[in-house]
Structures are given as C-alpha cells and as structure tokens.
C-alpha cells in the first residue's frame, strides 16, 4: 500500500461518503466526481490508462454534467427539507452488503487472487491502449458495431421527442403571440 | 555544440540532480520538480507577455495605441509597455476578493482552482523539444483531451455557485459550447491518430521528423493534414472560448458570463486558465500537425528544437490574436448549426479521406483524390448552409 495509493483512496471514499450524506444536490454531484476522479486516479496507478482516462472522460466530462444539469433543470438546486436519512435504510443496507458480499466473492474465487503467493501475472505491462483498440476493432468488432447501433438509436430517439414536442408547441405558441 | 544547445534542459536538470547534497529519498521528488516548476514558470511569463502582445496587436487593429506606458518599476526604461502584465498583477493580488452574499462560498472558491489544475495537467504530455516531454504517456493524446474535459465541471462550478443568472447562463453556454466543439477536436485529431499508429505524443512528432530534400514531413502539407489543422484550430478556439467564440463570456449580452461575480486575483486565475488553455491547446496543433520540434527546412535542423517548438506555439497564438481583432461574434444559433452541420461532417469526411490517403500509392493521384474528396464536400456543405441566400457587400443605412 503506496503513499499515493491511501491519498487516492480517502479522496474516492469521502467523496463518495459527501455525495450520500450532503444535503444540497449539486454538493452532492461535485462530490461524486470526487470520487471518480479519485477511481480514474486508482486506474491510472494500476497503469490501466485505457480505463483511468476514459473514466475522466466519460464520467467526470459527461455523466457529471448530465447529473449538473439534470439536477438544475428538474428540481432546483434548493436544499430539501426531509432528513438525510431515508426511511427505508434497513433495504438499502441489504442491497449494499449484498453488492459488497457479491462483488467479494467474485473477486476472492478469481484466479489472479488464489495465484496470490506464486509469481503475479504482470497483467498491466501487457494491456496498452494500442491492444485495446485493435482487440476492439478485430476480436470484439461485433459487439462495438451493436453498441454502436444502440447509441445511434438511442440519439435518434431523443431528437424525435425534442421534436415531437417542439411540433406539437408550435401552433400554440403562434397564437399566444 | 548544437547537441549541447538542443539538449540544454536535460543538461542542466541532471547536473543539479548530481549535485551531492541531495538525500537519495528525495531526488525523484526533485526530478518531477525540476521539469515541472520551469514549464509552469515559463506558460505563466508567456501569459503575461501573450497579453500585453494581445493588447497592442488588437489596439493596432482598432487603429489605437494599446499599452506603452508601463516599463520597468522605479526607473525611466519603458520597455514599450511589456511592463503592463506586472503592474496587472500587483492589481490583481492586491484588490479586494468579493463573494457575493448568496454565493455558496466553498464551491465560489474551488472553482477556479478546480479550472486551473487540470489545465496545467494537460501540459505534462506535451512534446516541447527533443527528449524534452515531461511524461511520455503511452495514451498521451488521450490524457491531453481528459484534462481538458475536467475543466467543463470547473465551468459549472463557477457559474452556479455565484447564484447570479449570468454567470449561470454564461455557464450553460461554455458548457453547450465546449461538448459541441470537443466532437469535430478530437475527431480532427483521430486523423493523424490512425495515419501514425499511436497515442503518444513524442511518437506523433517522431513520425514527421523526415526530410524529403528540404522539405518537412509534416502533417499540415498533405490534404487531410491541413483539413484538419484548420478544423483543429476552430475548433480549439471554440474550446478556449476565445473570439469569435467567447459567446461565454458575451459582454454586451452578459456582461462577463461564469467569472461575472469573480474578483482580484480568482480573476485573474479565470484569465489565466482561459489564456493557458489557448496555449496548451495550440501546443497539441503544433505536435499534430507542425512537426513538433523538428525544423520547417532541413538545413535549419542545427537550431535547437525545443526554439522550433515556442517559436511555432507564438506563431499559432499570433494567430489566435489576428483571428480576435478581426472576425466578429457568433449567434449561439450560428455557434450550433456550424459545430454540428458544418465541422461534423467535415472532420467524419476528413477520416474517409485520411484512410484512402494511407490505401493509395503516393504519387499525383493520392493528392487529386484526397483533395477532392475535401473540397467537393465543403464548396456542397457550405452553399447548402448558406440556404440559397445570396451574400453581396453589406450596405449600411445609418452608417455611410
């Protein structure tokens, strides 16, 4: 365990901590990015710069904006009155030592652990962005072209019900004026 | 002797390195300093130049003189005003730092130290001479457009926490700008991406460091190279929210967009970022498309590289300063249709036409076909966007 690896850590814990017990929702998101900066950081340690850099991409350049914005244009970003602790937290305590027990097991029966006391597979001198990207674009082709599909779809989606909407406002607005 | 001179940083890096009064424990610490401290140095001195340069090239522009009075503090030398930058920021430092009462205080304050990192992060992939990149990154270009896009939370942060409807319009444009213009960026870069085979910037550089007689290998002399300098450089203008797209920023509808309730030097911090950014950015276009640090002619080689390196990034923001003093504002609408309708399509067209450039046998055919595989689309695109209007010189009523 590394100096930089213990920074890193406390940065991903406490901002994921802030972002559940944070009463301010826009708090709450900044946090969270917090600690996917604090993960990406942790990949980038690993040498996994393949998934550290997409993390900051994906996550800290888009999905926290989508959360920013999403939280602005629905709710406001006024404080809520109700107590930070939900009502339900006993489930929510279930499903979070059921992801935990889950995640445990996988990571406990893999095989990289049970090699633990043998010598280590050096697994992240061999996976280079470059592998990546032609493992993408032979091996794994068909499932980048359907996730590429569905995306298309999903975009195409959204501009038909931005339109949609835009049709169906457009009478009503010329007679307003 | 040129060796000596082109590898001088090295040099010098390593012989305070040797000296003996280093702990052993510390020298790594030492080595990550001595490259970081003197670029940080180096960009925040540029920055100072670059805007007192700014001042008097936009005041020649405009037919006025610009700043020509501040030289050297406590003496007569005059220095034709490059003493400006200084005297700014002692202002800067020294004014008063408002929070506007409603602000949320500890989100007002981070922002623009949230802005400022990872900009200066981007430049740790930077080529800037031979040997001379601070991290050689296999993923470099990668990281570069990481960086850049943490600053767009930054953005946010800046623009909400003021609880002021300008800075949060002002926000929400940057933001809807950056996201736009980031698309034909990084798809203008994935041209020479595929054409050299990596993500690493030192090996991006390396593969134009050929000479066919006199003349470079760089990547702006063939057709698809230039296309996409050319859509690299607009859209990194849109990226650094300069003219003409400092919508953001927006004075007369505005006033001064996400920093409007920004004070002292969190200002200038905001500035300085803005002007970092521009800098970095541009850094990447010469490592892309210009050849890094290789010289424009062989015969030229003798100078050291790392001379080519700034001398091509003041070149590009002489550029960025020409384009400011003379092209006007966009609408937002404007700013829209001509990221998506026009640089999309380009920069898509541009990949096409880099995969044929690599496919066919080099000779005047390749040359033929890429280049109307690229000026057939933008003459079609362009004319298509105008709408069938016809633009002649614009008469004024009031204003002859």
Not at chain 1, 152 to 168: C, D, P
Not at chain 2, 6 to 15: R, T, V
Not at chain 2, 262 to 289: C, I, N
Not at chain 2, 294 to 322: G, H, N, R, Y
Request: proline content about 5%; overall charge neutral.
């Amino acid at each position: 365990m590394t100096f930089t690896f213990v920074i890193l850590g406390v940065v991903t814990l406490a901002g994921a901590m802030a972002a559940m017990s944070l009463r301010n929702l826009v708090h709450c998101a900044l946090c969270l990015v917090a600690a996917f900066g604090g993960l990406a950081g942790l990949f980038l340690q690993l040498d996994a710069q393949f998934v550290g850099l997409a993390q900051i991409l994906v996550y800290i350049g888009a999905v926290a904006i989508l959360i920013v914005f999403a939280i602005l244009l629905t709710r406001g970003s006024e404080s809520p009155q109700q107590p930070i602790v939900a009502g339900r937290w006993l489930m929510g305590v279930a499903v979070a030592a059921l992801t935990f027990g889950s995640l445990m097991v996988s990571i406990v029966t893999s095989t990289l652990i049970s090699s633990a006391n043998g010598p280590k597979p050096n697994v992240a001198a061999d996976i280079s962005v470059k592998k990546i990207g032609a493992k993408l674009m032979t091996e794994y082709v068909l499932p980048l072209e359907v996730v590429a599909l569905l995306l298309t779809a999903a975009l195409i989606g959204a501009v038909i019900i931005a339109m949609e909407e835009q049709a169906r406002l457009a009478p009503e607005g010329s007679q307003s004026h | 002797m040129t060796d000596v001179l082109d590898q001088i940083f090295i040099l010098l890096k390593h012989w305070v390195l040797g000296w003996p009064c280093w702990p052993d424990s510390l020298r790594p610490i030492l080595s990550v300093l001595l490259s970081i401290v003197p670029l940080m140095l180096v960009f925040a001195l540029l920055f100072g130049i670059a805007t007192v340069v700014e001042r008097k090239a936009i005041g020649r522009i405009q037919n006025r003189y610009g700043p020509n009075r501040v030289g050297l503090p406590f003496t007569d030398i005059r220095l034709a005003g490059f003493g400006q930058f200084i005297a700014d920021g002692i202002k800067a430092l020294t004014k008063e730092d408002i929070v506007p009462r409603a602000a949320d205080k500890v989100v007002h304050f981070l922002a623009p130290v949230a802005l400022i990192v990872p900009v200066f992060l981007a430049y740790s992939v930077l080529p800037y001479g031979r040997n001379m990149t601070p991290i050689d990154m296999d993923a470099g270009v990668l990281f570069f457009f990481a960086a850049g896009a943490a600053t767009e939370l930054s953005v946010f942060m800046a623009g909400w926490a003021s609880r002021n409807k300008y800075s949060l319009l002002g926000a929400m444009r940057a933001i809807a700008q950056m996201i736009s213009y980031e698309v034909p960026l990084i798809i203008s870069t994935i041209t020479v991406v595929m054409m050299v085979g990596s993500l690493s910037t030192v090996k991006i550089v390396e593969a134009q460091a050929d000479y066919s007689g006199q003349l470079p290998h760089w990547h702006v002399f063939t057709p698809w190279g230039l296309a996409g300098f050319i859509l690299f450089m607009i859209a990194a203008m849109a990226e650094s929210n300069r003219s003409p797209f400092d919508l953001p920023e927006g004075e007369s509808e505005i006033v001064a967009g996400y920093f409007i309730e920004y004070s002292g030097f969190k200002f200038a911090l905001f500035f300085l970022a803005e002007y970092l950014g521009m800098f970095a950015v541009s850094g990447l276009a010469v490592t892309l498309f210009l050849g890094g640090w290789t010289a424009p002619l062989a015969f030229l080689s003798w100078l050291p590289s790392w001379l080519w390196f700034f001398a091509k990034l003041l070149a590009l923001i002489s550029l960025f300063i020409w384009v400011r003093g003379t092209v006007p504002r966009l609408r937002m609408d404007q700013l829209m249709n001509f990221a998506w309708k026009f640089m999309l399509p380009m920069a898509l067209i541009n990949i096409a036409a880099a995969g044929l450039w690599f496919f066919l046998p080099a000779g005047f055919d390749r040359w033929a076909v890429c280049s109307a595989m690229l000026i057939v689309p933008y003459v079609l695109l362009g004319r298509g966007l105008m709408g069938g209007k016809l633009f002649t010189k614009r008469t004024y009523r009031y204003a002859e």
